[in-house]
């Protein structure tokens, strides 16, 4: 076969999914593409052309190629990763369902993404060849739900459960539309800002107007994701009727400063997204250089309170290695001091003696 030039390649492609293709846009060097092959055949790789097209290649680390360009650093595995980071694995009782809260269930429909995130937490898992949830297994999931009549939430996950077709997902909602104790419906994508152009008018549709609540949950980790055609690709969500609400993962080199996140938390809300979870990065393998400490993200929420608008603050939370479920780990503001007063401290650092109400004396 003849090799691709440039143009060519730019005119045929959508975006990269390989070592080469990712050297043909100037991502990475020739002598990389080759080092990466190894690693290509064990990790997913696409960047999609949206995104590549967001890149500044003059900029030493630009925030969107370090998420979406992979690099030989995550060759190196650290004895504390694991292969499934948030212990899903003991919490499923059928293929592509895990059920570790009682009210909600989380289902993998799909393994495909439109970008492979490089510290992904799934990162095992997902990729287009990966294992998806066929037509029986949905019907089981579906069987499952009907029966747990304690579940009042199905959150849809992947993978990207929004690259699915707007008729599949339709056919999907319309049966859990016909499952009562199912209220709410969760969409977690990285779409809208990973490939808007595929977050049509029909998919929005599809979501709209249905008997349970629709929530889409947004994964974006940089103001610069919200480009234009991102922020359209929001609106064509909102314009339904459909709430949106945000998802970041703290990333070392990536947002890992006050401003950064305050740039984006903001960005989300100008776009009607409530930013509702900070992910402190999971121990997936391969992925200690995007990792910070607990206290970095601690100092990080305090930068942030008081200095932006309440609507613009998630919570920073750490899902407990081994399977035990989220918390906030976010920085604490209040600790005990003399004779049962409690000390608070305020947003500039200075503490204050609160005196809660005498409990009666019965
Ligand atoms: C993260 C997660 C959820 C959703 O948790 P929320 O705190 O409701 O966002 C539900 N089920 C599983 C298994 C999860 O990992
Ligand atoms: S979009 Fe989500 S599931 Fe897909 S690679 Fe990124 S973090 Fe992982």
Redesign the pocket.
Known sequence: MARMTHQDHRIQNTGATSPEALALEDLVSEADAEELQDLARRYAISAPRHLIDLIDKGAESDPIALQIVPSLQELITTNDERVDP?G?HT?SPLKGL????PD???LKVHSACAMYCRFCFRREMVGPGGDMMTDTDITEALDYIRKHTEIW?V?LTGGDPMMLSARRISTFLDALDCIEHVKVVRFHTRLPVAAPERVTEDLSAALANRRATVYVAVHSNHAREFSEEALAACQRLTDVGIPLVGQTVLLKGINDNAEMLADLFRTMVEARIMP??LHHPDLAPGTSHFRVSIETGQALMKQLRGRISGLAIPTY?L?IPGGY??VPVGPSYISDSEDGALEIQDINGQSHIYQPQKSNAL
């Open positions: 948030i899903d919490h895990v059920h570790r809260y909600r269930v989380l939430e959150i509702y979870y939370i899902d479920g989220k």
